[in-house]
Every structure is written in C-alpha cells, then in structure tokens.
C-alpha cells in the first residue's frame, strides 16, 4: 500500500532557491533585496552588502558574486 499523504506531497512544488542581496540586518533577520526589486525577510547569518541565497525565509548560504540578468518573458 502507498503513502497517500507522500503522494500528495510529491505533487506540491519544491521552495525556490532566490538569491539577493542583503541591505541590513537587526537580530539575524536579514532584509533582502531580489534582482527583480522584491524584498524579503530572512533569518540566518549575513552582514550588509553580501549577495545570499534564501528559501523558504531561511538564509542557507553565501551567493558568488556574479552579475545578474533578467530576462522577462
């Protein structure tokens, strides 16, 4: 018999991986600038001025500093 409940969650999307820019930090809530011009607000360690990846409001890690392009489609 399969998990139902595993099933289920096997059809929600993943979290997406977002990175940004950090622009300050206030007791490890780091607020984060998106390439697009969003914000959002993370927990973990950061300093200001450090490009971040960030999921599901957690900071999981320094970004390279690569430049960004945007593409809309």
Do not use: C, W, Y
Request: hydrophobic share 50%; net charge negative.
């Amino acid at each position: 018999m399969s998990n139902l409940f595993k099933a289920f969650l096997d059809l929600l999307p993943d979290r997406p991986l977002l990175v940004g820019t950090v622009l300050s930090v206030a007791n490890s809530i780091a607020r984060v600038e998106l390439p697009g011009g969003g914000m959002v607000q993370a927990h973990g360690q950061a300093t200001a001025g450090q490009r971040v990846f960030v999921r599901d409001g957690q900071i999981e890690g320094l970004a390279p500093g690569l430049p960004v392009e945007i593409i809309e489609i």
